[in-house]
């Protein structure tokens, strides 16, 4: 999985809309949803600032790292061998 943007559980807990929280970062509401939906490929610190700010939170409360699978399903790549070694 990744990133995992955990941004509408903290809206519901602060009882804000997606509206409301663009209106007050400014920024567009198809640019926070595609965030919201985990669709974005990055963002930028400046946003993650204006979010928390506005939603009393900590960044961590928005992004989550949950690893694709565990490590023994995807072992590492084996090194290459040369020749004669």
Do not use: H, W
Not at 10 to 26: F, I, S, Y
Not at 68 to 79: I, Q, Y
């Amino acid at each position: 999985m990744g990133i995992v943007v955990n941004l509408d559980l903290v809206l519901v807990k602060r009882k804000m809309k997606l509206t409301d929280l663009a209106d007050r970062v400014g920024i567009t509401v198809a640019n926070l949803s595609v965030l919201k939906q985990s669709r974005a490929r990055a963002v930028r610190f400046s946003t993650l600032e204006a979010i928390c700010r506005e939603l009393a939170c900590q960044p961590g409360d928005i992004l989550e790292y949950q690893p694709d699978a565990p490590a023994a399903e995807n072992p590492p790549p084996a090194e290459p061998t040369s020749p004669g070694v």
